[in-house]
Nanobody, 127 residues
Framework: EVQLVESGGGLVQAGGSLRLSCAAS????????IGWFRQAPGKEREAVSC????????AYAESVKGRFTISSDNAKNTVYLQMNSLKPEDSAIYYC????????????????????WGQGTQVTVSS
């Protein structure tokens, strides 16, 4: 059974940093990707970042480029999202999700393409 468990959310002031973690288990696939999405109240879920297992290639939403960094520790089966220079508009529930197969430059943004999701972790940035 696939399990994805997020942690690291919290309350931070604008300009501060947080590091989210996504601990993944239960899937015997070599070709997959882990994506981070976020959803603020009253808004649609949006893709934030993604990392591919095969070559470690990454993708970012324009709104977080230069501020967020995604990385993975394969030995720990954990993906991280380092978030710096946080803004109030970054406040949302952050979810990690599993994409099985080869991710593409367009499919990483599509929430429906991901088969498994974590429970989410709340990030609140105060102004």
């Amino acid at each position: 059974e696939v399990q994805l468990v997020e942690s690291g959310g919290g309350l931070v002031q604008a300009g501060g940093s947080l590091r989210l973690s996504c601990a993944a288990s239960g899937f015997p696939f070599d070709d997959y990707a882990i994506g981070w999405f976020r959803q603020a109240p009253g808004k649609e879920r949006e893709a934030v970042s993604c990392i591919a297992s095969t070559d470690g290639s990454t993708a970012y939403a324009e709104s977080v480029k230069g501020r967020f960094t995604i990385s993975s520790d394969n030995a720990k089966n954990t993906v991280y999202l380092q978030m710096n220079s946080l803004k109030p508009e970054d406040s949302a529930i952050y979810y990690c999700a599993l994409y099985m197969g080869t991710i593409t430059t367009w499919s990483w943004r599509v929430a429906a393409a991901y088969g498994s999701w974590g429970q989410g972790t709340q990030v609140t940035v105060s102004s």
